[in-house]
């Protein structure tokens, strides 16, 4: 039997940075790398593209039953629309249960024989992986989150109209801290990086001298990504 796999999970609000993050730690350390929001947000913008209200319980836990991870690489996926309608369905209990199956065999059996997974989403310490080998909490001040985002969507050439981003990560904050399954919150035994006043190699390094304390930040070969 190979050795149980190393699960880093890495929690936060929208824009905290979670994918960068997530993404550079999986690269360093030759693990394999699931962004589980494209869950959600797969679920979301199957439901649009058919024509359904994501509101519709019924539709998204089918939706979410049927997935297919080999579209997680669809470019429409990271539109604010999807990330809107991905807040939606995330709320219902069918289809958070139908995609925890999918998160925990990526976690025990991590694509191309990896020796670990970095997993990021909004539950993954508290619901998915309890047990991970460690655990962040990333976050960052809401004006910060809106900035950075706003910045994103410039470069991707996006129209951005004032005051709308921030209004929009407010109200999938409260909808991710306020639902009753599996909600936003830290951890207890999450270590918490606020990255407001840090850059993204700031808070590389300062996630990298945590996840050494925990026994195993050295570099890996390389790995799949999702
Ligand atoms: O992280 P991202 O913005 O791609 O996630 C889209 C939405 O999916 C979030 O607003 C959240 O409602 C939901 N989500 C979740 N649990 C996760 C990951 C994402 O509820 N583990």
């Known amino acids: 039997m190979p050795p149980p796999s190393l699960v880093v999970a890495i929690d936060g609000p929208t824009a905290s940075g979670k994918g960068t993050l997530a ?7 030759g693990f394999a790398h699931l962004d589980s929001g494209l869950l959600y947000r797969a679920v979301g913008l199957g439901l649009l593209r058919v024509g359904k209200d994501p509101a519709d319980r019924a539709a998204a836990a089918e939706m979410a039953r ?9 470019p ?5 629309r999807t990330g809107h309608a991905a807040s939606v369905v995330a709320a219902v209990p069918e289809v958070r249960g139908a995609l925890l199956d999918f998160q925990r065999r990526f976690a025990a059996s991590p694509p191309g024989g990896a020796r670990g997974v970095v997993i990021d989403g909004r539950d993954i ?15 960052a001040g809401v004006e910060q989150r809106a900035a950075r985002r706003e910045k ?24 991710d ?6 909600p936003l919150v830290r951890a207890g035994d999450a270590f918490v990086l606020d990255t ?4 993204a190699d700031q808070a590389f390094r300062e996630a ?7 026994g195993f930040g050295g570099p890996g070969g390389p790995a799949a990504e999702m």
Not at 66 to 74: H, N, Q, T, V
Not at 76 to 80: P, T
Not at 177 to 182: M, S
């Open 76 to 80: 429409e996926l990271r539109s604010e």
């Open 23 to 29: 993404r550079r730690l999986a690269r360093h350390l």
């Open 152 to 175: 994103e969507l410039r470069q991707r050439g996006a129209a951005i109209i004032e005051g709308a981003v921030l209004r929009d990560l407010q109200e999938r904050d409260a909808r």
């Open 125 to 139: 310490g508290t619901v998915v992986c309890p047990t991970a080998d460690a655990k962040i909490f990333l976050d």
């Open 196 to 199: 407001t006043d840090m850059d």
């Open 66 to 74: 049927s997935l297919d991870p080999s579209g997680l690489a669809d």
């Open 177 to 182: 801290r306020n639902r009753a399954v599996a």
């Open 208 to 214: 990298l001298a945590y996840i050494g304390s925990r």
